[in-house]
């Protein structure tokens, strides 16, 4: 289960109930097996990409949800803006038009060698959880 908007992993920590209440404990008591949720407000953009890389990475790391987003923050925070445009542009599964419009944000925004994910704001907030259960 992926919730990737914002502050979805968050509790109500004003609650005075020694239970941990929110949505992803909500997923969990429903049997998610992974769930990958935000501890604060998130850039849409920023979001996006983090996301389309994560399930792009999936397959690679034999479906671990933790390890495929650990190294998909590992990379897309390192990788400068050539980087990025780059791997957009070998991209099949998005159409041109969506290509473009990405490139030209990048484009605009930031220099070829910068960060653009550089900044924890734009990858920290993802965490992963993949409850235990046991017998």
């Known amino acids: 289960m992926t919730l990737s908007a ?3 992993g968050l509790i ?6 020694d239970e941990y209440i929110g949505l992803t404990s909500g997923f969990i008591h429903a ?11 998130v850039s849409d953009f920023h979001t996006a ?3 389309i890389k994560f399930y792009e990475s ?3 790391y034999q479906y671990n949800v933790p390890l ?5 923050q590992q990379w897309i925070r390192q990788a400068t803006q050539t980087q990025i445009i780059n791997w957009i ?5 998005i159409e041109f038009s969506q290509k473009q419009q990405i490139i030209d944000y990048l484009a605009k ?5 910068q960060q653009p994910f550089k900044k924890p704001e734009y990858w920290a907030a993802f965490c992963a959880i993949s409850p235990v259960y046991s017998s």
């Not at 495929?68 to 998909?72: E, G, H, I, R």
């Open 58 to 60: 999936l397959p690679n």
């Open 12 to 17: 109500d920590f004003t609650n005075n109930s």
């Open 31 to 41: 049997g998610a097996v992974n769930i990958i949720s935000s501890l604060w407000a």
């Open 68 to 72: 495929a987003l650990n190294n998909t």
């Open 49 to 51: 990409l983090l996301m």
């Open 109 to 113: 925004e930031y220099k070829p060698e």
């Open 6 to 8: 914002c502050e979805t």
């Open 89 to 93: 542009q070998d991209m099949v599964k």
